[in-house]
């Protein structure tokens, strides 16, 4: 998870870590990490907080160090980021289901891998619809388009 933070978030952290490190000892108290998650503008259920602390100071200090504390926000940043496009691509799918019954058929899909990528043959778009509709259904559910757009 940490990986899939930014430089700019990883910068963004240090700061707020560092603000809180008073003593510049290099650890903040385990108590202010809901804190600083708030002046991040994340949102998180007290508890799971509580059990994801735990799980991370495994010594049990009260207290993290920067690749701790990096390692429980990346948690909220990242998790946040994949619901942000999941959201946006439920959205796009809703879109081409214009039926409303939880699928596209290959026609749509076609006219959306065309509009991708306009230099595709027939031959090609046919062997990526076979890829894709791996149920050969003749439609594409949700979680085949996720698929697709996102490589998961």
């Known amino acids: ?66 690749d701790e504390f990096l390692t429980l926000t990346a948690r909220y940043l990242v998790d946040e980021d994949s619901e942000a496009i999941q959201e946006e691509l439920r959205e796009a799918f809703r879109m081409y289901d214009s039926g409303g019954n939880g699928y596209i058929n290959v026609s749509d899909l076609r006219e959306i891998l065309r509009a991708l990528d306009d230099k595709l043959t027939e031959d090609e778009l046919d062997e990526m619809i076979q890829e894709i509709d791996t149920d050969g259904s003749g439609t594409v559910d949700f979680d085949e388009f996720m698929e697709m757009m996102t490589g998961d």
């Open 1 to 66: 998870m940490v990986e899939e933070l930014t430089t700019e978030q990883v910068q963004m952290l240090r700061k707020a870590f560092d603000m809180f490190d008073r003593d510049k000892k290099g650890s903040i108290q385990t108590n202010m990490v809901a804190t600083i998650l708030r002046t991040l503008g994340q949102t998180f259920e007290e508890k799971d907080l509580k059990e994801l602390i735990e799980e991370i100071d495994s010594d049990g200090s009260g207290e993290l160090e920067f």
